[in-house]
């Protein structure tokens, strides 16, 4: 839960929020975010121990561990931040079904190759539906600057420390973006396969992108984002010829995390799986 990781609201950044509107800049103003002390009681977590000596901190009720708090304070500072963001994620959605948009979360890990992606389907649908896109990163404005390339309004929130966008962030960003209504919302969700699975930003569905140059395992390894996702988009398909990637395990070890999970092999630059994506994004729209 990323109450424990450090998350904070130090150097939120939203393109448009800057002192000098027309002042040339290539990130979020950047300042130390506060660090506030935490006095520790004692509270003691004991991890467990596999046979081999393998340490395990999410046997708790909790689902995870941090210094000084126990389990049922975890819970308390989950249930909190997550009612908050719900609450908030619901009248997102709200909006969006009033004007029948299509909006997707899409979470990966750094490098997966969602950014690409993600120019090249807007490329393809330039002219034909239209689309936004919510750009999360830490810092930096560049692949919102990579979406505009395309003709395609975006907008660039950066997190500064915060790993993961919120449902706060797409509130204060979708207002500033021009989206028809039938039109599909693209939100870019910082490189991160843990804490965006824990919040809800109002999409329709979350859509995880997973590189073959990744492993196959990635859906046991962080089970929480692939079982919140509707689709699996397996990228760079073409790259297959000179990995060690078992495709079929890959399938199998999503599915057995979350077997409603649509998956699709595609390559951005190539273009394996393109059309078959872009059907999909079409059906979601009409739906």
């Known amino acids: 839960m990323c109450s424990t990781c450090g998350c904070a609201e130090g150097n939120l950044y939203i393109e448009g929020d800057e002192h000098r ?7 979020a103003p950047f300042s130390p975010a506060p660090r506030p002390t935490a006095a520790l009681t004692g509270i003691t977590f004991a991890p467990r121990h596999s046979a081999a000596g393998d340490l395990h901190y999410g046997h708790g009720v909790a689902g995870t561990h941090a210094p000084g708090l ?24 709200a909006r969006f079904a009033t004007r029948k948009q299509l909006v997707l979360n899409l979470v990966s890990s750094p490098g997966s190759g969602k950014t690409t992606l993600l120019t090249q389907t ?8 239209s689309c936004a896109v919510i ?58 396969l843990v804490c965006p699975a824990s919040f809800d930003l109002g999409e329709r569905h979350k859509v995880a992108v ?20 509707s689709l699996m988009l397996l990228n760079k398909v073409d790259l297959l010829p000179y990995l060690n990637f078992d495709v079929d395990k890959c399938m199998a070890y ?16 190539r273009g394996d799986g393109m059309d078959a994506w872009l059907d999909w994004l079409e059906s979601e729209r009409c739906a």
């Open 21 to 27: 509107p027309h002042a040339a800049f290539r990130s």
């Open 70 to 93: 126990s389990q049922r304070q975890m819970l308390e500072v989950e249930i909190n931040v997550l009612d908050k963001n719900n609450q908030i994620a619901a009248r997102n959605r």
């Open 122 to 129: 807007l490329h393809r649908l330039n002219g034909r539906i």
């Open 135 to 192: 750009e999360g990163d830490q810092q930096t404005v560049n692949d919102a600057a990579r979406i505009r390339e395309t003709g395609t309004p975006a907008i660039q929130v950066n997190t500064g420390k915060g790993c993961h966008l919120d449902a706060q962030m797409i509130a204060d960003a979708t207002p500033r973006l021009p989206l028809a209504d039938n039109g599909i919302l693209f939100i870019e969700n910082v490189g991160n």
């Open 210 to 229: 997973l590189s073959v140059t990744e492993g196959e395992d990635k859906p046991l390894k962080y089970p929480h984002m692939f079982a919140a996702a």
């Open 254 to 269: 999503a599915r057995e995390v979350n077997p409603e999970i649509d998956i699709m092999l595609v390559s951005a630059t």
